[in-house]
Structures are given as structure tokens and as C-alpha cells.
């Protein structure tokens, strides 16, 4: 064990829930005590909204949130103006698309390529962009009979005429990590965007938005140990001073007439409304406890856990695994089959035996239809997990194999 099975303790849900094997952090992470407990504080000390209050109240919300953006600008190494709050991973794309599309970056015949493990947050938005710009949307596939995509092909791909790349960090299916560092070096040859989404990969593996050199990243806070309603879109200062918002109200002008709106610069520019104050504080906190661990510990822990999980499935008949095997180069996820047997039965048998995983397409239809596999099983690993939970997960397997036959 990397980790101690005492940070288990951290996570509530497990003193309510002592015989959950939860193995579906990739849907949805648990969330830590110290979480908890920042944002029940805003609610119950200074509960106020944020911004132009002259009381106590207001000041050290606008404080804390402020400083919840800092937090995040660390853990990913960026530039706190850099960090935009939204509602989430989807939405984040979303806005991004918006603001893009207002920015006429893309016209008539120019292309968007997208690479074809992405969640649909980070398919669908280029997609429905490129469709109503008239332009070409293209996808890189998955190189033969491996489950990462083709860097070869995507050089191929990648053109003068493309102007944006959507490509995530690492796959929320099969738990392949891509080398952004690589697509983005491609892209920028040709004058591309790069957009990456980071959502499976944070809190799980270091981000580094330097080394990496995307132009756009997000992700979500209830994938690592955050509430959920909140999510993070990073760009390079340079593109955010050169973008309209992509959705406008309050919060985001320095002055209105009949005739015309003044934006404020990044990152207030792209937050309009009342944001979820709460949970920017619980991402904040939730990176500092992150942080406070290590990152980098907790992706060697996982790796332990998919190892232990590799040997144990292999003993099992019938079983065809579509994920990552070099637990290195996973973020924590196994995605399966099993011979006779649908993956929401094998997953209803898994509950029973109080161990939670998730079972159908993973919001990952194309990805789904490459590797001939529209419905799996996935069983997610995280920080709090232990090598029991992985004996119980097969030990679960193996009566689903007696069932089914």
C-alpha cells in the first residue's frame, strides 16, 4: 500500500458505509472531511454573496473564493487569472465553444478534430460547433489493437486548415494518459487550438498546464474529492484577453448603456452570475488536500491497485479487459467484459455484493463503437481504496461467472 488505509478515515461515507467497496470513482469521487468542512463554514460563519458587500460577511466570502482560485491556479501551475469557476466540466466546454464561436475563430471549410476517446463534454460541443459553421469535424483514432490514440495519424490529420483540437488527458473508459504535450506541439504548427479535457486526469495524475502546453484545459471538482456544481476552464492569459464571454449577464461588465457593454479582463469577464460560491471553496479545499498528499503518491497508489486488479482478473475466465495495462500510463480505471453476461447484470450482481461500479457507455458512444465493446463494465480506483476492495471485486466476478456460466 502506498497509502495508508488510515486516510479512509478522512471519507465520511466509509464510517456510514463499512462495507462499500466503492470502485466507481470515475463517475464520481467521495468527498474528504476537510471539504466538508470549508463549505460548511461559508454556510454557517459568512454565508453572503461575493463581490461589492462592504460587511464582514461579503469581504471574507469574496476572500475565500479568491483564494480558492489560487489554490487551483497551484495545482495545475497556472496563473490565477488564468482560472475561470463554472458549473462544471460540460459546461465548461460549452462556454468555451460559445466564446470561440462568437470569436469567429472557425468559418466555412476550416476543421475541428477531436479525438475519438472523448467524453461527450468534450465531443458533441465541437461537433455541433463545426456543423454550424459549415465546417469539417474529423476525429483521430485509436491505434490498432491499442488503447491510445494515433499520434501518427493525427499528424496526418492536423492541417492548415484546422483550428481547434479537442483531446483528453487521459480517457475516462479506458484510462489511457495521452501526451497532450505531443498533440499540442502538432496543433500549434498549423496554428491550432488545442482544448484538452482534463476531468479523468485531475487529482489522479500531476497537471502541469505549462508543460503541457494546451491552449484551453477543464475539468470537474466532484471527480476529486470536490462537490459537485463546480468545475474549472483554464486558458492562457493571452487567448482569455482576446475572447468574448461566452454567456453574458452580471458580474462580468465594467459598464452598460443602451448601445453598448465594456467587459472586465479574465477571469470575471467569463463568470457571470452568482457563481456556486460553496463549491469553488470546497474545490479550493479539495486541492489543498490533494496537494497535501501528493498527487503523484496517489497515482503510484492507484497503480498498485490496478496491478493487484490486473493479476486477479486475469484468473478469471471470460473476462476481456479494454483499458490501459501499463499501470503507469492509467489514471486508475478498468473497463470489461464478461462472456455471456450484460454489463449492467454483471454490475447489479456487483451491488448486491455492495461493490459499486458503473456499466453502459460511459458517455463515450464513439470510443464505445472503435474498440467493439457499447456497453462495459468500469471499475474506477482512487486514493481510498484498499487491496480489498479489489478481492472483493473479483471474488463479486467470480460468482457472476458461476451465475452466467
Same mark, same amino acid.
Given at each position: ?89 460540460? #459546461? ?93 506541439? #502538432? ?110 503518491? #496517489? ?107
Amino acid at each position: 500500500m502506498i497509502i495508508s488505509e488510515k486516510i479512509k478515515k478522512d471519507f465520511p461515507i466509509f464510517s456510514n458505509n463499512p462495507d462499500l467497496a466503492y470502485l466507481d470513482s470515475a463517475a464520481s469521487s467521495q468527498t474528504p472531511e476537510p471539504v466538508l468542512q470549508a463549505m460548511l463554514e461559508y454556510y454557517t460563519t459568512y454565508r453572503a454573496n461575493i463581490h461589492r458587500g462592504i460587511y464582514r460577511e461579503s469581504k471574507l466570502a469574496t476572500d475565500e473564493y479568491a483564494q480558492a482560485r489560487k489554490e487551483v491556479a497551484v495545482f495545475i501551475n497556472a496563473d490565477e487569472k488564468e482560472i475561470i469557476f463554472t458549473g462544471g466540466a460540460t #459546461i465548461s466546454s460549452n462556454m468555451l465553444a460559445a466564446s470561440l464561436e462568437h470569436a469567429g475563430i472557425v468559418t466555412h471549410g476550416d476543421e475541428i478534430v477531436a479525438s475519438i476517446m472523448e467524453h461527450h463534454a468534450n465531443f458533441l460541443p465541437w461537433q455541433e460547433f463545426a456543423s454550424r459553421r459549415k465546417a469539417v469535424f474529423t476525429t483521430i483514432p485509436l491505434r490498432t489493437n491499442l488503447f491510445s490514440i494515433d499520434y501518427a495519424f493525427a499528424e496526418k490529420i492536423i492541417t492548415h486548415k484546422t483550428k481547434i483540437v479537442a483531446v483528453t488527458l487521459a480517457s475516462n473508459v479506458l484510462g489511457s494518459i495521452n501526451d497532450i504535450r505531443r498533440i499540442a506541439d #502538432i496543433a500549434h504548427s498549423h496554428g491550432a487550438l488545442l482544448v484538452c479535457d482534463a476531468t479523468a486526469a485531475a487529482g489522479h495524475i500531476p497537471i502541469d498546464v505549462a508543460l503541457l502546453d494546451c491552449d484551453f484545459l477543464f475539468f470537474s471538482g466532484h471527480k476529486m474529492c470536490g462537490p459537485t456544481g463546480i468545475g474549472v476552464l483554464y486558458g492562457k492569459k493571452k487567448h482569455l484577453e482576446n475572447l468574448p464571454p461566452g454567456f453574458v449577464g452580471g458580474g462580468i461588465v465594467a459598464d452598460v448603456s443602451s448601445k453598448h457593454a465594456r467587459y472586465l479582463p479574465p477571469p470575471e469577464r467569463f463568470e457571470t452570475g452568482t457563481p456556486n460560491i460553496s463549491g469553488a471553496i470546497g474545490l479550493g479545499a479539495a486541492c489543498h488536500y490533494l496537494s497535501s498528499i501528493g498527487v503523484k503518491t #496517489i497515482h503510484e497508489h492507484t497503480q498498485t491497485m490496478l496491478a493487484e486488479a490486473y493479476e486477479r482478473l486475469a484468473k478469471i475466465p471470460g473476462i476481456t479487459i479494454y483499458a490501459e495495462k501499463n499501470p503507469a500510463k492509467n489514471v486508475g480505471i478498468i473497463s470489461f467484459t464478461m462472456a455471456s453476461a450484460h454489463a449492467h447484470d454483471v454490475a447489479q450482481i456487483l451491488a448486491e455484493h455492495r461493490v459499486a461500479v458503473r456499466a453502459g457507455h460511459h458517455c463515450a458512444m464513439p470510443l464505445g463503437q472503435a474498440i467493439g465493446a457499447p456497453a462495459t463494465t468500469r471499475a474506477s480506483f482512487y486514493l481510498y481504496n484498499t487491496r480489498e476492495d479489489v478481492m472483493l471485486l473479483t471474488d463479486a466476478l467470480t460468482e457472476v461467472k458461476t451465475i452466467f456460466g
